[in-house]
C-alpha cells in the first residue's frame, strides 16, 4: 500500500500493491501546472481510492486530459485521461519511499532551457506511440 496527500491534507489517496514506473512529462501543459516537469505512475482506477474527493478541482486542459488540484492549497495530484482506466498520480504527493524510477522522459522537445535531461533513461521528443 502507498499512500499520499496534498501539502495541506484536505486530499489524501492509497494505491494498493507496487507503484508502476513513472514516467517524467516535459510538455508546456505540464510544465505550467507543476512549475517543472511532472512526474507520475499511471495507476489503474480499481486500485486508486481518493479521501476528501470534494476538495479536488478538476480541470480540463484538453478534450481528453482533465487535471486535478487540492483547492484549498493548489497541489497538483492527478493527471486524469478521460477514457482511459488509469490515473496519473503525481510521484511528489506519495508519503515515503515509492520503490520505482523514472523510466521514460515525454515531450521532451518542450523541456525548458534552465535544465538537461542526463540521467539516461530513454527519451521521446514527443510522446511515444505503441
Not at 479521501?51 to 483547492?71: A, D, I, L, Q
Not at 519511499?97 to 521528443?125: C, F, L, M, N, S
Request: glycine share 12%; proline share 7%.
Amino acid at each position: 500500500m502507498h499512500t499520499g496527500s496534498c501539502l495541506c491534507g484536505a486530499v489524501r489517496f492509497e494505491v494498493e500493491g507496487d507503484l508502476p514506473p513513472p514516467d517524467a512529462c516535459h510538455c508546456v501543459q505540464c510544465r505550467k501546472t507543476s512549475g517543472h516537469y511532472f512526474v507520475s505512475t499511471d495507476v489503474p482506477r480499481s486500485r486508486l481510492i481518493i479521501r476528501g474527493g470534494e476538495n479536488v478541482t478538476w480541470y480540463r486542459s484538453s478534450e481528453k486530459v482533465r487535471r486535478g488540484f487540492c483547492k484549498t492549497c493548489g497541489a497538483s495530484l492527478f493527471w486524469d485521461p478521460i477514457e482511459r482506466d488509469w490515473l496519473g498520480v503525481a510521484m511528489g504527493a506519495f508519503d515515503g519511499p515509492t520503490g520505482t524510477h523514472i523510466h521514460v522522459h515525454v515531450h521532451a522537445g518542450e523541456k525548458g532551457d534552465y535544465y538537461e535531461i542526463g540521467d539516461g533513461v530513454p527519451r521521446y521528443e514527443t510522446t511515444p506511440r505503441p
